[in-house]
């Protein structure tokens, strides 16, 4: 057994030959890492979509709860999220890592494995990015470009009145399982297949999948107005798609999908804990309008992506968004989404 | 006059439409701030260029030194300064900022007017990024993009035993101007023109110029055989250079550029600090090589830029680096570059 290296010992060149060992780029990256900039080739008449976002230690993620390999897939996978929400194939990746000089490097290992298993699962390759020191946390800021046709690109404007409301997979995990961790709930090991219900939820809010597959197909497909992915809850990110198309909506509370385990967990709850599934963070499905006359064609494509997804509303014209609960009465959500600013 | 707005009571929606608001997209934005991700559209037959850099509070920066306008500025010149030394043309931003909760609403203005103010002078458009709150200091992530035909793209490999190799503009006056802030110099109020010796060389610290025009027109010429942007000293640079060209070089000491005012600055020195030329950081020059051929064309293309540039040293089929002084011996500079993980 060596012991365990800090990352000071390797020096920004060695860090920089580290993190580029796995990395094999195909012919659309013409220069990857190791030049002043990366240089690579959108297909023919196809448009550039770029998304980033920064991850700071102790804000988005604890370390004592984010293992590296799965901190490392999430970084890159919220970003993907953002361009599979766009309905594009996700092709190239940045990563700059402000990082503590006393950070084990076996963490940054496991780190770039975990980002390059993301990577590899959704035809990404690492072409460039940042490393420097950080006097404080770990600092990960991710971007992600892609590239579509301009005709299947699909944005948060568009959205009709009439049109239904869906969603894909569950709402509610990532953030049942952030409370899990909260209350002190320890990780599993990665253990692959057959996790339990509170490992499910916990692993969804560690291991995010996004629907790249899914937001590809249904851009193909040309049967959806408007799209954007659940990183806030249904009801803040519903919200940016009824803002930016000039729309609302009505929401309907018990058609909100949730998972077995999400069920389950919810015995400990005094009530059953809506704002979990309307204003939870980080689930990372895609929720998307379309014509009610689709909705054949669309749950059948979603199928063919390994996902379910359900209309659970209807657009507006009338500008609100409002859940309706079983019996019709507007339901009133106790908070929406996050504000990072909150004081 | 209005007491004194911390960001955190503008909210994260907020605080995007306020950065958005000063922002005009031309035609090669398709979809700018304000969806899951970016749309653009690279020129017919162009290559896309990418560099990212991330800037941390007390690792890049101090508060105290860097006012917010410079800062601005500062965070996208070096990522312009990047696709400069591809010889591209700087296209796209992105700005991603964790801040402390408390920060001043006017400090955040005045950052986003010095960056676009930087973005305006190099014809780049601000498409997207992300904001969020640190626990610790202010983290700056700016990634720019840029486009140019394959062929005209400069590399670090490519420079030839023969050739000449060039540096343009001075070197180690940022090197030189951060000495002076460490030893207690007061950052001048932005005065504009007329700036005395100190005040340029802390401005040259402060708000360096990305050679951006020189970088295409060099690019355009294809007189150039490699290129680097010098941010770590012409020493590390250099060696970057030779390394992915497989080459050495000799550098003369005493043709290295310095500026009049740091001629003055050195008084105060018991010797002349041939380090900070060497290896002073962030001058954001560029270094290039070039066969001796093309001096006159190379002096009066750079002239046309505003720029000036000149021969410093031979490259070599040997791969060291070494650097001779006056006499002909070599001399042995004290350090190289600057190292982040340093213990």
């Not at 299947?152 to 997979?169: C, E, F, Q, Y």
């Not at 992915?229 to 509370?253: K, Q, Y």
């Not at 389950?264 to 709850?269: D, E, G, S, W, Y």
Request: overall charge negative; proline content about 6%; charged content about 20%.
């Amino acid at each position: 057994m060596t012991r365990d290296k800090k990352i000071s010992e390797l020096g920004e060149f060695g860090l920089i030959s580290r993190i580029a060992a796995g990395v094999f780029a195909p012919d659309n990256v013409i220069t990857g890492i190791g030049d002043d900039a990366a240089v690579t080739v959108t297909d023919q008449g196809m448009q550039l979509l770029t998304s980033t976002d920064m991850l700071l230690e102790d804000v988005h993620f604890r370390r004592r709860w984010h293992d590296p390999y799965r901190l490392g897939r999430k970084s890159l996978a919220v970003n993907i999220s953002d361009i599979a929400a766009m309905g594009a194939i996700p092709r190239w990746a940045l990563l700059s890592l402000a990082m503590p000089s006393d950070l084990p490097l076996n963490f940054l290992d496991d780190f770039t494995r975990g980002f390059l298993s993301m990577a590899g699962e959704h035809g990404v390759t690492l072409i460039g990015g940042d490393t420097c020191s950080s006097r404080s946390g770990l600092v990960i800021s991710v971007t992600v470009m892609g590239e579509q046709l301009p005709a299947l690109i699909l944005r948060r404007s568009g959205a009709r009145p009439g049109d239904d409301v869906w969603v894909t997979g569950t709402l509610g995990d990532a953030a049942m399982g952030l409370k899990l961790l909260e209350d002190g709930c320890v990780p599993s090991p990665l253990t692959g297949e057959g996790q339990g219900g509170g490992d499910y939820l916990v692993s969804r809010q560690l291991d995010p999948t996004p629907r790249s597959a899914a937001g590809l197909a249904l851009a193909g497909a040309g049967l959806v107005t408007a799209m954007i992915d659940i990183s806030d809850g249904i009801l803040a990110d519903f919200g940016h798609i009824a803002e930016m198309s000039g729309v609302g909506a009505t929401l309907r509370l018990n058609d909100l999908p949730v998972s077995v385990p999400f069920r389950t967990a919810v015995r400990a709850f005094p009530q059953f804990p809506h704002h979990l599934v309307l204003s939870g963070g980080e689930d990372y499905e895609l929720c998307f309008t379309a014509a009610p006359i689709h909705r054949e064609k669309i749950t059948e494509l979603l199928k063919k992506c390994s996902l379910a997804g359900m209309p659970v509303g209807i657009v507006t014209s009338s500008p609100e968004v409002q859940v309706l609960d079983a019996d019709g009465a507007s339901f009133l959500p106790k908070k929406q989404g996050f504000n990072h600013f909150a004081p």
